[in-house]
């Protein structure tokens, strides 16, 4: 059984930083897409960051430059650090993963312009709060 825990979430004031964690139990292929995805209140799931096993990575504009994915095979945990943070960067946010995909799979295609259709495992989520 696949399971996501996620933990890190937290507030913080508008400029801070966050690094939210996400440890993956009981997956057993070597090759699959990771994502964070995030939901604010009233509105739709949106795809921030995914990264695949060979590093690769791809990330909303709205957050380029101020996170970063990356994943630690050993752990087996996925990481999101996110520095300048935003009040508009307040929700609840997700990590995923998919069933394995084909060796070269990049992480643009992982990201898939933010959609969540191909990630079949999720965590119950952690909160982010950043105020002005």
């Known amino acids: 059984q696949v399971q996501l825990v996620e933990s890190g979430g937290g507030s913080v004031r508008a400029g801070g930083s966050l690094r939210l964690s996400c440890v993956v139990a009981?997956?057993?292929?070597?090759?699959?897409?990771m994502g964070w995805f995030r939901q604010a209140p009233g509105k739709a799931l949106e795809g921030v960051a995914a990264i695949v096993a060979d590093g690769s990575t791809a990330y909303a504009d709205s957050v380029k430059g101020r996170f970063t994915v990356s994943g630690d095979s050993a752990k087996n945990t996925l990481y999101l650090q996110m520095n300048s943070l935003k009040p508009e960067d307040s929700a609840i946010y997700y990590c995923?993963?998919?069933?394995?995909?084909?060796?070269?799979?990049?992480?643009?295609?992982?990201?898939?312009?933010?959609?969540?259709?191909?990630?079949?495992?999720w965590g119950q989520g952690t909160q982010v709060t950043v105020s002005s």
């Open positions: 995923a993963a998919s069933r394995p995909v084909f060796l070269g799979t990049t992480g643009s295609s992982c990201y898939n312009g933010g959609a969540s259709s191909q990630y079949a495992f």
């Open positions: 009981g997956y057993q292929f070597r090759n699959y897409c």
